[in-house]
């Protein structure tokens, strides 16, 4: 009797992990096929010398592939000069920062239930409303070749925006993701000529 029962048992088993291996090789071959079918958006991909000065931004950078994401997501063309990614990347950091105004405004602080939650919100909308001033001086600056006045205004970005702490859960991805375009853009600039 007890070897029936072992027999059972085993097959039971060995029903449960093919069943597993079969999920297993479901998810790996739907990868590969939707690894496969080209994409409706073209990105263009960045050739060498191009990809060379996105990574001497980026390796200062908290993480590194998400910054060459990041800023290849935003490339126009294959060959790029530093001056260039330097305008993404201030861009960028000024779009995102008022971006971030609004959804602070109409969308997170009418969710903030919690007064000290409500209380860093505001303080973070006051926070990102004196980056985004600070990040549309120096944009303007780059434009008109005045690097070194666009990085005075980028150097009063990062503490003004540490101003923003916040609980909540949004606003703390959030702040991730404005701080690495902010970093992205001081990179950059500090990459240009003193002029």
Not at 7 to 12: A, D, G, L, Y
Not at 39 to 56: A, E, F, K, N
Request: a positive charge; aromatic letters at 6%.
């Amino acid at each position: 009797m007890s070897l029936i029962f072992f027999s059972q048992r085993k097959i039971k088993s060995s029903r449960t992990n093919m069943a597993f291996l079969q999920q297993i090789s479901f998810m790996i071959t739907s990868l590969i096929i939707l690894h496969t079918i080209p994409s409706t958006t073209s990105v263009v991909g960045p050739d060498q010398p191009t990809m060379i000065l996105i990574d001497s931004i980026c390796i200062d950078t908290v993480n590194m592939y998400e910054c060459e994401q990041m800023i290849i997501s935003k490339l126009a063309n294959p060959h790029t000069e530093m001056l260039t990614l330097a305008k993404i990347a201030a861009i960028n950091a000024a779009i995102i920062s008022k971006e971030t105004i609004g959804i602070i405004r109409d969308d997170y602080l009418p969710k903030a239930g919690i007064p000290l939650v409500k209380a860093q919100l505001q303080t973070c909308l006051v926070a990102y409303k004196g980056v985004e001033k600070l990040l549309e001086e120096a944009y303007t600056a780059l434009l008109q070749n005045k690097y070194s006045e666009m990085r005075r205004s980028q150097s009063s970005v990062i503490p003004l925006f540490n101003n923003c702490v916040s609980d909540f859960d949004l606003m703390i991805h959030t702040n991730w993701r404005v701080k690495l375009w902010i970093n992205i853009s001081i990179l950059a600039g500090r990459k240009l000529p003193a002029l």
